[in-house]
């Protein structure tokens, strides 16, 4: 949804907006054109010089490890996806890359890697930032020495060099940090009146502006062109960062005249801006924003997010906003979970990414209709009480239910948006609005019958004609008959005639909807596997290469439980258990080839000298990418021990069953050797072979007293 139309607001919301609210709620001399210390922040302390010389060399292995080290996982990761613990030592969260309701996606911060059970995607700290903002190794490890502050070197003759696009991620990101600066520091200047007369006009005052990063694009054509090509920056950088366009007589500033919004990503990064024209001689649309770039991608952007994102995931909730100033406001009202779309409808994209920070909504399904609440996270949006912005909303449900049940809707009966609304009554007005939120369905359901009347016969008939099908449409099974039942007390009307007028409106939505029903109960196939860490299908080909054995085989099982704990509790386990081991001690390939791998690196005497979340990457060195994604996964594995005080005994006891496992093994090996022998012909090799099974013998002994001991 496009941010809106401001002005598009009943007579007496404009009133409020009047010079009388500006004079009593915004002190004169909040704004000055002195630059307040505070504007030194993030933006221009980042910029300075541009970094024209740290694009990918070849970095130096120490310091490419000391960053996979010291930038912590669940915290690079926790910025995308909500994660919650699982386990001991263990967290999850919804996969960011691929679609799903229930979490399959692990990260166990102390090996410093993450592996989704569902899409089988896995791997550290790098190669996820990588594979979610689209990255290369380089750039991905220059963005995370970044993060935490470690000086990059580059390899003698190998770097740094200039070899990047002038699409290039870092470049752009610098090109919109230095612009957003600039902008905030034109806001403070003499033309900058105009947009600080705009936010003062709402209620804002300077802190306000410095908190969202506000800015004002002087009216100029080439006041950021020349700045930024005084930064070094070229013609082609700047085309590709979208801060320009191209006229027939070569690029002008595309932002000019115009209150500026930076919006960053859940990391802060400033990645595009928002634009409102504040001159009426501006021929331009209302607000303008960056189009799509390499950084830009209108699908995913949500203003607000970086400021929102940690409530987000703590309350489990975002409230949906319709622009720029309802963020601000929402905020301020202290609403600190309110994003909105910048220039498109809150699309798929956007569900997905929200649900992710939301967390795990599949639990909430239906239990909103108790109290309101959800169980799971809450997506809520706000829209205008008018008839344009509910039929907004209405189409803004679509196709896509996966998530209603976890959607509700927050309406204002006067119809002012959270800007008004602050203006208007204040802080907890903002607050009582979104905490009157009802469910989605609720919402059009009423929406629809409000058009009828219901006092008569004739009009409850023909509304119930018009909502059946809402109902009937909607593909939660547990759902449909609550709302069934709800639409009937709405009414007035029993509930069997009400369950019959959905049950005919469903079949007249015909064969679809049935599909739909049944789609909603098992999982699509093919998009959504099965979410339970490390409930693959057993014995199926993965596709890796390897047979997978069945789970309930409890050799494999036991063979594979050995190999978590190794990879995972490497120092938990006398390094002699698991490096004398011969290399057929497993029996299922897909194990011996892991087993393998940990032998090539060295095995536990090298895990004793290394850190743990070293020692997975040791080993990922090892391997073919078959392999690898296998010791991915079964590093990241939750263990069936979930108590932290039991974590030692449980890696301890895996390890002893494994030995005795081997040992029992060679006893039934020696015990039959010893039947094909004579015991007159071939008595040396007989005497030996008895020997052996003593030995063997003695030390399954062993082996069952200590871990009685234990
Ligand atoms: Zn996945």
Avoid at 322 to 337: I, N, P, Q, R, W
Avoid at 554 to 583: N, S
Avoid at 627 to 647: K, W
Wanted: contains cysteine; charged residues 25%.
């Amino acid at each position: 949804m496009l941010p809106r139309e401001r002005r598009r607001l009943s007579g007496q919301a404009r009133k409020l907006e009047g010079p009388d609210v500006r004079s009593s709620r915004v002190h004169r001399g909040t704004w000055t054109t002195r630059r307040p210390q505070a504007a030194t922040t993030r933006s221009s302390a980042a910029s300075g010089t541009p970094r024209l010389d740290d694009v990918a060399g070849l970095i130096k292995r120490e310091d490419v490890d000391a960053v996979r080290d010291k930038a912590r996982i669940e915290e690079i990761v926790g910025e995308q996806v909500t994660l919650r613990p699982a386990g001991v030592g263990s967290m999850k969260g919804l996969c960011p890359f691929h679609d799903e309701r229930s979490p399959s996606f692990h990260v166990r911060p102390q090996v410093g890697r993450w592996h989704c059970f569902g899409c089988n995607e896995g791997g550290d700290v790098i190669s996820f930032v990588q594979k979610i903002d689209g990255l290369g190794f380089s750039e991905a490890v220059e963005y995370l020495a970044g993060r935490v502050g470690i000086q990059l070197r580059y390899e003698e003759g190998s770097g740094p060099r200039r070899t990047e696009e002038p699409g290039k991620r870092q470049r752009l990101l610098e090109a919109n940090r230095i612009a957003g600066a600039y902008f905030a520091e034109q806001l403070l200047s003499p033309e900058g009146a105009a947009g600080r007369a705009f936010l003062a006009e709402r209620s804002f005052d300077r802190n306000d502006a410095l908190h969202f990063g506000i800015g004002y694009a002087p009216k100029g054509w080439d006041g950021l062109l020349k700045h930024l090509r005084g930064k070094g920056f070229t013609e082609a950088e700047l085309t590709a960062s979208g801060l320009v366009s191209q006229g027939n007589r070569g690029i002008y500033d595309r932002f000019r005249g115009r209150l500026i919004w930076p919006i960053r990503d859940v990391t802060g990064e400033t990645i595009g801006f928002g634009a409102r024209k504040l001159y009426d001689e501006d021929q331009g649309p209302k607000y303008l924003n960056t189009p799509e770039t390499a950084l830009y991608k209108k699908s995913q952007v949500l203003y607000g997010i970086d400021l929102a994102k940690r409530d987000i995931a703590k309350n489990k909730q975002i409230v949906v906003v319709e622009g720029y100033t309802d963020v601000m406001a929402a905020h301020l009202s202290g609403v600190t979970t309110a994003v909105a779309t910048c220039g498109t409808a809150f699309g798929s994209d956007h569900v997905r990414f929200a649900r992710r920070l939301v967390g795990d909504t599949s639990a909430g399904g239906g239990v909103q209709l108790a109290g309101g609440g959800s169980s799971g996270g809450e997506i809520i949006f706000t829209f205008d009480g008018d008839a344009a912005g509910q039929k907004a909303a209405m189409r803004a449900f679509g196709e896509d239910q996966k998530f209603y049940a976890q959607t509700f809707v927050a309406v204002e009966p006067s119809g002012m948006d959270p800007c008004d609304l602050r203006q208007a009554r204040g802080p907890q007005a903002v607050q009582a609005l979104v905490e009157g939120r009802q469910p989605l369905f609720e919402f059009v359901i009423k929406t629809t019958l409000a058009t009828y009347d219901l006092d008569t016969a004739e009009g409850r008939v023909a509304a119930l004609r018009a909502a059946a099908p809402v109902v009937a449409g909607i593909r939660d099974t547990a759902l449909r008959p609550e709302y069934a039942r709800m639409l009937a007390g709405w009414l007035g009307m029993d509930g069997e005639s009400v369950l019959r007028a959905v049950q005919s409106a469903g079949r007249g939505q015909g064969g679809q909807s049935s599909q739909q029903r049944g789609n909603d109960r098992g999982r699509p196939s093919g998009t959504e596997q099965s979410g339970d860490g490390g409930s693959r299908l057993p014995g199926a080909d993965t596709g890796d290469g390897f047979q997978r054995p069945s789970q309930s085989d409890p050799i494999a099982r036991l063979e594979r439980q050995t190999l978590e704990v190794i990879l995972q509790y490497p120092h938990h386990i006398p390094a002699a258990a698991v490096d004398d081991l011969p290399g057929d001690a497993f029996t299922v390939p897909a194990w011996r080839a892991v087993h393998e791998a940990i032998r090539a690196a060295g095995g536990l005497a090298t895990a004793a000298q290394r850190q743990d979340s070293e020692w997975v990457g040791l080993i990922t060195e090892e391997c073919s990418p078959p392999v690898l994604a296998l010791v991915n996964e079964l590093s990241v594995a939750p263990l069936p021990e979930d108590r932290p005080g039991a974590i030692d005994d449980y890696v301890q006891g895996v390890v002893r069953a494994f030995v005795e496992l081997g040992i029992t093994r060679k006893i039934g090996n020696a015990r039959s050797r010893l039947q094909r022998l004579d015991p007159v012909t071939e008595a040396e090799a007989y005497n030996q072979a008895f020997t052996d099974l003593l030995t063997l013998e003695q030390q399954r002994r062993e082996i069952r007293e200590q871990g009685a001991r234990d």
